[in-house]
């Protein structure tokens, strides 16, 4: 039921939001006292719809406000009621309330949200009026028709009447395929002449490609004037008149060529409105004003709440055309080897060409809309920077550059937290007191760097301090007292592989305990979860002059671009960001340092892996191997594969909550024929590969 | 809003007995495994597949055979006679994957051949209380369904029903 | 909401569902197979569900297929009109699965 409670959230909000915009449109029409019949029943249809599913999904709260809406909305549409304007304050608070009651747990215990003071307010303005004197009777309107209006119809139809508006009955013929065009083109032209009070469909006509629909119209223009308007091919006008049945056709239009309908475009609707303007940078369209024209466009301005999944469902599709693609491809390879079908293989390859860049286009698209400025997580970072200046009386500078830089949706939902963690940490540890400073020659104000840049497909975070910076002998004292190393480890161990100490699970210098760098949370948890976004976190510090972190993240999560090389007869794909060359391995050169099997390569060394021992697959593969340098930051292994297996676009798809701890391996991709390829995780294996000397002893317990 | 329901695959189903006892039947998928007799609640079995290509996933739980794509959603594979500790043998012409419903994750469970559904009613069920005897946590009890033919208790076939959270959560455990 | 109720349904009864968004949508997809069931809000964005009722009923082909007709409780007028047109049942929102499944079972006539 959880997905259903996504969707109705989604829903739910959509809803609330096409309520909002239509609320502004209902102001306005009201100020400038045009016709709001329309929009009053679109709200009443909102908020019913609204009432409905809160009340399916347990948001029994929610279901009580939309509920009292509703009588207030019937009574409005149904005559019972007056649009004022305290009445619509009433609506907007409604919408208010929406807000905030959707935003809140449904099985919370305690709720902010007062519905009860809203409720009442409700009731105050609520006080119906008595309904209009019914004229209907008048009309000798067939008991059929009657009997198919809803109740809201009714009263349209007499509220017209009662006011001397004519009635009409349009007898006109749709095709079913192209029925919402036909429809939209008929409720467009009808707008300024007349209401369209309700569409009957009649069983009698259709063929089944198409249906005769009766249209009710109230209207006070002439039977001419309407047709002019109104008429098309086979549509047929009558007047209905008091007293009688209805009469014969004002006028046989069979035979006369009306105008034809106009190849109308309908509007764009919604949904397939143009890749919307980025969310965080639109302001709330509630707050914008509502001219005259915005009134016309409104089915067009939209922005779309979508979904990530659903992006995700269509990237798999992308996926699931790029091997569409690739088949094709094979196809025609094939076709160019008989020379009578030389020229067809030419055209399908050129034709298979532009479905590629069409396909590219689309992806590109999809990866687009999942985009977003990081500048909204700096914002909210740069919060929690003066707050917790403040409480622990430093003096911080914060300069951010780089808010525009872009990242996926999903990275940046998975950023805040750590990066929210290690700003915590610089002020914390890092700045000194101001005093401190001022005897250390530095002025009193510390500065915090917070950095972003596209750097390929990658994005790097930057977090800079000019504060004391971290003491590797410290660290390494630490980490022998703590048993993370031992001593004999700890005597080659270099400076910058010290400062990596910070990372590793269990390890917290913690010379100065904090409340406020969470003394759950460490710099492990930090790395494990960038980690898990394909990303990598290093560290530099210089003792007295500042830390600097770097966070490498990939620009999207979505598709990639991979090398699928193959091990013990099974594939494997390696992000292609990862990867910076590939060579045939040559098991000579291997040499044996400190139990790492390495290679020089270009003069430097190599730290190698085989992939078949790591992960205990045999393998059978005789003759050529291949090393492919494998590459996240500053850290670089060669992984030995059996073959190169070319490379693809893939979409990751994430493993089973029963896989989800299995080391080495982030994902799975689709590629086609029922064939599944496990996607490496290369930060994770160059981290185990490049850590797996002393601290193999640590990882054994994890 | 409407909705078509194109041929409903509802098909009245009643217990041999002809008293009604709907509020009492257990819905149970019947499948062999090592010539016993298991059953899954139905409710849990969300679909049955023939055996696609299973891609071994290394450094894996041991019972996990591999993840197969299920439609583009990537789904693990448990061998089940693993799970069970009986004998293994590789999977035959009528091995089948059970998409089971765990709480949290769809997962598969190779069986050796499906049997057939069964609606069993109270009296055809023996709860593991009531039978008493060292039964692991993922054994809700058996069922011994009624034939035409045979109606004495004893030469009933048994299926012994398992519960799906407490026999996945091995697992956990490796 | 539609989403619900083809979840309901399919969850509850096996059934294979189609979803119409709207009136128009509806007519478009009930000539193309013969429907168990249909379930039809009052409130749709163009012809109403009594008028969606009314076109069933009279249909050759739809004339005996069992209808449900939903909507809020506010209308007892719509409800009734709807029951007269034909609609084999009436179901208030907001409802349970529970509730669509054993009203979809009685309008068939198939035991739980």
């Keep these: 039921m959880s997905d259903l409670r996504d969707e109705f959230l989604s829903e739910a909000q959509e809803i609330v939001e096409s309520l909002s915009r239509d609320l502004l449109l209902l102001d306005q029409a009201h100020k400038d006292g045009s016709s709001s019949q329309e929009l009053v029943n679109e709200v009443f249809r909102a908020v019913h719809t609204l009432k409905g599913i809160a009340g399916m999904f347990g948001y029994a709260r929610l279901g009580e406000v939309a509920h009292a809406l509703e009588d207030l909305l019937d009574d409005l549409r149904l005559g019972r009621q007056n649009l004022t304007t305290e009445l619509l304050d009433v609506l907007f608070e409604g919408v208010e309330v929406f807000q905030r009651l959707l935003a809140e747990s449904p099985d919370a215990e305690v709720s902010d949200v007062d519905i009860i003071a809203f409720l009442e307010q409700l009731t105050s303005v609520g006080a119906s009026r008595p309904p209009v004197e019914d004229a209907l009777a008048a009309y000798a309107i067939d008991a059929s028709v009657l009997a198919v209006l809803t109740e809201y119809e009714e009263h349209r139809l007499r509220t017209n009447v009662a006011k001397g508006v004519g009635l009409y009955r349009l007898k006109v013929r749709f095709s079913l395929a192209t029925i919402d065009t036909q429809l939209e083109d008929l409720k467009a032209r009808a707008k300024s002449i007349a209401e369209i009070i309700t569409y009957l469909p009649s069983a009698s006509g259709g063929d089944g490609d198409a249906i005769d629909l009766d249209v009710l119209l109230a209207s006070s223009a002439t039977a001419a004037t309407l047709e002019d308007v109104l008429g098309g091919e086979g549509a047929v006008l009558e007047r209905l008149t008091r007293g009688t049945s209805p009469v014969a056709p004002v006028r046989a239009t069979e035979h006369h060529a009306l105008v034809p309908p106009p190849p109308v475009r309908t509007p764009p609707r919604p949904t397939s409105a143009p890749p919307a303007p980025r969310m965080p940078s639109e302001p709330p369209l509630a707050k914008r004003e509502v001219t005259a024209d915005q009134l016309s466009l409104r089915s067009v301005a939209h922005t779309v709440r979508v979904d990530i999944r659903k992006l995700d469902h269509l990237m798999n599709v992308v996926g699931e055309l790029a091997i569409v693609r690739t088949a094709v491809m094979r196809l025609t390879e094939k076709l160019r080897g008989r020379p009578e079908l030389r020229q067809l293989a030419i055209d399908l390859h050129r034709i298979n060409r532009g479905f590629e860049r069409h396909l590219e286009e689309l992806q590109d698209g999809i990866l687009d809309v999942r985009m977003v400025p990081l500048g909204q997580t700096f914002d909210r970072l740069a919060r929690i920077v003066r707050q917790v200046a403040r409480e622990h009386d430093k003096e911080v500078v914060l300069v951010v550059t780089g808010a525009e830089t872009e990242i996926d949706k999903l990275i940046v939902e998975e950023l805040s937290d750590p990066l929210m963690h290690l700003i915590r940490n610089a002020i914390d540890h890092g700045i000194e007191a101001p005093k401190t400073r001022e005897l250390a020659g530095k002025p009193p104000g510390g500065t915090l760097v917070l950095n972003a840049y596209q750097k390929g497909n990658h994005v790097v975070i930057e977090i800079e301090d000019d504060g004391a910076g971290i003491n590797p002998q410290v660290l390494i004292e630490t980490a022998i007292r703590r048993g993370i190393v031992s001593e004999e480890g700890a005597a080659d161990m270099g400076r910058d592989e010290a400062l990596q100490l910070i990372f590793l699970p269990g390890f917290s210098t913690r010379l100065r305990a904090s409340d406020l760098s969470g003394r759950g949370v460490g710099m492990d948890v930090v790395k494990t979860n960038i980690g898990r976004l394909g990303g990598v976190i290093d560290v530099q510090s210089e003792v007295g002059t500042g830390t600097k972190l770097t966070i490498t993240l990939p620009v999207t999560l979505a598709i990639i671009s991979a090398l699928l090389v193959r091990v013990a007869e099974r594939e494997y794909a390696l992000p292609i960001t990862a990867v910076q060359e590939a060579i045939v391995f040559d098991p000579k050169r291997v040499r044996r340092v400190e139990g790492r099997e390495v290679v020089t390569l270009r003069g430097e060394t190599l730290t190698i892996c085989r992939l078949d021992e790591l992960f205990r697959v045999q393998s059978k593969a005789r003759g050529r191997r291949y090393l492919v340098v494998v590459a996240v930051g500053q850290k670089r292994m060669g992984l030995v594969v059996d073959g190169l297996e070319g490379q693809q676009d893939i979409v990751i798809k994430a493993l089973g909550k029963s896989l989800s701890r299995v080391r080495g391996i982030s994902g799975a991709t689709d590629l086609g024929d029922q064939r599944v390829a496990l996607v490496l995780d290369a930060p994770g294996l160059l981290d185990e590969v490049l850590t797996s000397t002393e601290r193999t002893l640590q990882e054994g317990r994890r | 809003m409407s909705e078509l329901v194109k041929r409903p695959t509802i098909v009245p189903m009643r217990p041999t007995g002809s008293e009604t006892r709907a509020a009492s039947l257990r819905e149970i998928l019947a499948f062999a495994l090592a010539d016993e007799s298991y059953g899954f609640p139905l409710a849990r079995v969300r679909e049955i597949l023939k055996l696609p290509p299973i891609t071994p996933v290394p450094r894996a739980p041991r019972h996990v055979l591999g993840i197969v794509s299920v439609r583009g959603v990537i789904t693990t594979v448990v061998d089940l006679r693993r799970l069970m500790r009986v004998e293994e043998r590789p999977p035959e012409k009528h091995a089948r994957i059970l998409l089971v419903d765990v709480g949290g994750e769809v997962l598969g469970a190779l069986v050796d051949e499906v049997l057939q559904v069964h609606r069993l009613a109270e009296d055809e069920v023996e709860l593991a209380g009531v039978v008493g005897g060292d039964l692991s946590d993922h054994v809700i009890g058996v069922g011994r369904p009624r034939t035409r033919r045979d109606q004495d208790h004893a030469g009933r076939e048994l299926i012994v029903l398992l519960d799906p959270e407490p026999l996945f959560a091995r697992l956990e455990r490796g | ?112």
């Design chain 3, 1 to 112: 909401m539609r989403a619900f109720v083809r979840a309901s349904l399919e969850a509850e009864l096996g059934a294979d569902v189609a979803e119409a968004k709207s009136g128009f949508e509806a007519l478009r997809l009930l000539p193309r197979e013969a429907w168990g069931l249909v379930v039809v809000d009052v409130n749709m964005p163009d012809i109403n569900g009594l008028e969606l009722v009314s076109f069933l009923r009279k249909s050759d082909v739809h004339r005996a297929t069992p209808v449900i007709l939903i909507s809020t409780e506010a209308s007892a007028t719509d409800r009734r009109r709807g029951l007269e047109l034909g609609a084999d049942a009436f179901l208030a929102k907001p409802f349970g699965t529970a509730d669509l499944a054993a009203l979809a079972r009685r309008v068939l006539g198939v035991d739980p």
